[in-house]
């Protein structure tokens, strides 16, 4: 079975750190695109980081530059989402998403995990 799994979230206060992770099983994601999506209650997902098949390249929202490092390992088939400086606004549940390519100018999700929740206190 195709999995992923992610963990690690948890409540922090503002400014504290958290280390997400997303471990993959039932095959190797290191072709994959890996993204990280977070969803606040009553609001839309959205976009949070993205890193490439080889871990060279990466890309974030702007609202969380400067603050949140993505990373992968594939030897250990797993991604990894630093957050440092966490702010209230960051409270949410977060999802990896495996891409393998993209159609028509999107990405193609074929694998999402089941979330993780991510709760900043003032």
């Known amino acids: 079975q195709v999995q992923l799994v992610e963990s690690g979230g948890g409540l922090v206060q503002a400014g504290g750190s958290l280390r997400l992770s997303c471990a993959a099983s039932?095959?190797?994601?290191?072709?994959?695109?890996i993204h990280w999506f977070r969803q606040a209650p009553g609001k839309e997902r959205e976009f949070v980081a993205r890193i490439g098949w080889s871990g060279s390249s990466t890309y974030y929202a702007d609202s969380v530059k400067g603050r949140f490092t993505i990373s992968r390992d594939n030897a250990k088939n797993t991604m990894y989402l630093q957050m440092n400086s966490l702010k209230p606004e960051d409270t949410a549940v977060y999802y990896c998403a495996a891409a393998s390519g993209v159609v028509a100018g999107r990405y193609k999700y074929d694998y999402w995990g089941q979330g993780t929740q991510v709760t900043v206190s003032s």
């Open positions: 039932g095959r190797s994601f290191s072709s994959y695109v």
